[in-house]
């Protein structure tokens, strides 16, 4: 990763290591949407356990170009269907995602026997950061 001070490292890990509410923005036709969104930060990258058909994967699958924002955060990068989640390919992935979403994961909100239901890699690329009074502008490649 080009320009990401450890210290911007670490408070990256400790505000979205785990499941965290992010807002996630897609356009479409030069209409933006945005939406709140469960996910969950590792190596340079969000993922949310969500549904492929949904309106922000179709809306992707045409324009992957996203921006996030969330606690003192915000980001541009590019969104990725990863395929079904349980696929054995997403096996290690969606074992932590299952760890981490599991307060909600099983309420019914969510089918993880539909083949529909998917990953979604959010891998940034730029962003900001606000921490302890300094700012950090980050370049993830």
């Known amino acids: 990763m080009k320009n990401f001070p450890e210290k911007a490292r670490l408070v990256m890990n400790e ?6 509410l992010i807002s996630l923005a897609t356009a479409e036709n ?7 969104v469960n996910a969950l930060y590792q190596d340079g990258c969000f993922y949310v356990i969500t549904y492929a058909l949904s309106n ?9 170009q ?5 606690d003192w955060f915000t980001g541009r990068g ?8 349980l696929a054995p390919e997403n096996a290690a992935l969606a074992a932590k995602l299952q760890e981490a979403f599991a307060s ?3 309420n019914g ?3 993880l ?16 950061l606000f921490a302890n009074g300094q700012r950090f502008d980050i370049r993830f490649v």
Not at 56 to 64: E, G, L, V
Not at 78 to 85: K, Q
Not at 114 to 128: K, W
């Open 15 to 20: 505000r979205f290591g785990h499941d965290s």
């Open 30 to 36: 030069n209409i933006p949407s945005v939406r709140t």
């Open 56 to 64: 922000k994967m179709q809306q992707i699958a045409k324009n992957p």
């Open 66 to 70: 996203v921006a996030v924002s969330g």
């Open 78 to 85: 590019v969104g990725e269907n990863l395929g079904y989640v």
């Open 104 to 106: 909600w994961l099983d």
């Open 109 to 111: 909100h969510t089918n």
């Open 113 to 128: 026997q539909d083949p529909n239901t998917c990953i979604l890699c959010i891998r940034l690329e730029s962003g900001v």
